[in-house]
């Protein structure tokens, strides 16, 4: 069974930092490319960022780059999202999703996590 668990979200200040967690388990974490992606009540779920199965290549949206990092441990099956210089803008529920590696397979989401930034 798949199971994709996200932690480390909170209400913090802006500016503030806060690093997320996605722990995978029941599948084979190092062929996945694994994603980031954030949604706001009312609005489409958005891309934050991906990262290869073995980290050769990342990609972020323009609204995060320089203050996100996405980083990953194969070893652990763990993927993170560093957040540096939240803004209220980045208040969201974070999910982390396992992406198919052929058309037919589904991809694979965890449960979310709230981000809040609050002053």
């Known amino acids: 069974q798949v199971q994709l668990v996200e932690s480390g979200g909170g209400l913090v200040q802006p500016g503030e930092s806060l690093k997320l967690s996605c722990a995978a388990s029941?599948?084979?974490?190092?062929?996945?490319?694994m994603s980031w992606y954030r949604q706001v009540p009312g609005k489409e779920r958005e891309l934050v960022a991906s990262?290869?199965?073995?980290?050769?290549?990342?990609n972020y949206a323009e609204s995060v780059k320089g203050r996100f990092t996405i980083s990953r441990d194969n070893a652990r099956n763990t993927v993170y999202l560093q957040m540096n210089g939240l803004k209220p803008e980045d208040t969201a529920v974070y999910y982390c999703k396992a992406n198919r590696r052929v058309p037919w397979e589904n991809d694979r989401w965890g449960q979310g996590t709230q981000v809040t930034i609050s002053s």
């Open positions: 990262i290869t199965s073995i980290g050769g290549s990342i």
């Open positions: 029941g599948l084979a974490f190092s062929t996945y490319a």
